[in-house]
């Protein structure tokens, strides 16, 4: 079973406040991820990271800012919350499975969300 | 522009009832990867296929990994309501040394006892 935590779980503010969604896994990934996903609806990767001081923006244009200082933690920060922001937030880590060759893959395990409503 | 599209997007069908699920891309993967999701939860891994024409079973669940690894099918035999959630495939491309994951825009399944 995966181990990989996130808080809190949701998460209701006014509009204009300061917010850190935090993401911690104890498998020791390297890869971690932040998607973003409306109530049924499909995955958007908004930022992910390789390794420590590694962060890359995802396919997802957002206004929020992540770090990776340690290995297991990957916190996500918006900086003046918006109702726009609204939607639930999911971390993510992978490990690197090899095949053959120079192939992997990536198998990942996800956090539970964190539900964040902004009024 | 979306590379993984699966149909159907909402499926409601009764107990007992096998169906089948498909995720199409234009694009080759070198894996692809079946998630379930419930309500309120992140998704949780199902099956990695990786070989073209590859076909994994997980009791009533089978999944058919396509032969030019463009396309992917989970067929489910006898549903029940355990089985309602949203599944999604995932799509893995290596792309300058790391393998970028592409998630499919999902389909909502309710089995209704």
């Known amino acids: 079973e995966a181990d990989i935590y996130q808080t809190p779980r949701y998460l209701v503010i006014g509009t204009g406040k300061k917010i850190t969604l935090e993401c911690s896994q104890t498998m020791g990934h390297d890869k971690m991820y932040w998607y973003q996903q409306d109530p049924g609806m499909e995955l958007h990767l908004i930022h992910y990271?390789?390794?420590?001081?590694?962060?890359e923006k995802g396919d997802l244009s957002s206004e929020s800012t992540v770090s990776r200082i340690r290995t297991e933690h990957f916190p996500l920060t918006l900086e003046s919350a918006r109702p726009s922001h609204t939607s639930q937030y999911l971390c993510?880590?992978?490990?690197?499975?090899?095949?053959?060759?120079?192939?992997?893959?990536?198998?990942?395990?996800f956090g539970p969300g964190t539900r964040l409503t902004v009024l | 522009t979306q590379l993984l599209e699966q149909s159907p997007q909402f499926l409601s069908i009764q107990e007992g009832e096998n169906l089948t699920v498909y995720c199409n891309s234009s694009?080759?993967?070198?894996?692809l990867q079946w998630y379930r999701q419930e309500p309120g939860e992140g998704p949780v891994l199902l099956v990695t296929v990786v070989t073209g024409g590859e076909v994994k079973k997980l009791k009533r669940l089978t999944f058919q990994f396509g032969d030019a690894r463009k396309d992917s099918s989970l067929h489910i035999t006898a549903a029940q309501p355990g089985d309602t959630g949203l599944y999604l495939c995932a799509g893995g491309r290596n792309s300058g040394g790391y393998q970028k994951v592409t998630f499919g825009t999902g389909t909502k399944l309710q089995v209704i006892p």
């Open positions: 990271s390789y390794g420590v001081n590694s962060t």
């Open positions: 694009s080759v993967f070198s894996s």
């Open positions: 993510a880590s992978s490990e690197s499975i090899g095949l053959a060759g120079l192939l992997s893959y990536n198998e990942q395990f």
